[in-house]
Each structure stands twice: as structure tokens, then as C-alpha cells.
């Protein structure tokens, strides 16, 4: 197969593969929120299952909420490699706090 054919048949896959972004209720919102404060409170770790509009699937990422930008909607988390990455609130879908 010529490189464009396998690239093409590439592309459609990844479309093939492609979720829908889940949709957020205000209960499961209030509960994501109460959870973090939770957990920024008692300093647990947090998984969090975040939705990547790239590969239009979720990931999760585990780490410590280390403090939050209201005004920006956004979180500051230390993964457990040390790194720290900015995540939207309305990427965030699911919050479990690790005790």
C-alpha cells in the first residue's frame, strides 16, 4: 500500500475509535467540586478521569490538586512523576478521591 492509503485508512480509524464528550449533570459537577476540596483539604491523591478532545477519548490522570484558578476554571495538579498539568473543569468528568 502506498503511504497515503495507509495514512487515510489511519485517519478513519482514529475517527472510527472517536467517543462523543460526555455530558456533565450540576449534581455530579457539585460532587466532582466537593471531592476536590476534599481531598485539597486532607492532601490525597485524586484520579481523575479528564476528557481529551484530541484523541476524543478519556484518560485518567492521578495526582494532588496543589491549588485551583477560579476565575480561569482551571486545576494545578502534581502527577505522581512530580509534573505539574492544568486541567479545564469542563474537561473533568469523574473525581475519586484515593485514601
Known sequence: MLPE???QLRDTWEEFERED???IDHFTLNENEERIHYAM???LSIIFKV???LPGKCEEVTGKVRYIQPQ???LCVQCEDNTHIRLSFEDVVTVNVID
Open 21 to 23: 464528550k460526555p455530558i
Open 51 to 53: 476528557w481529551r478532545d
Open 72 to 74: 480561569d476554571h482551571v
Open 5 to 7: 492509503h495507509v495514512q
Open 41 to 43: 483539604e486532607y492532601n
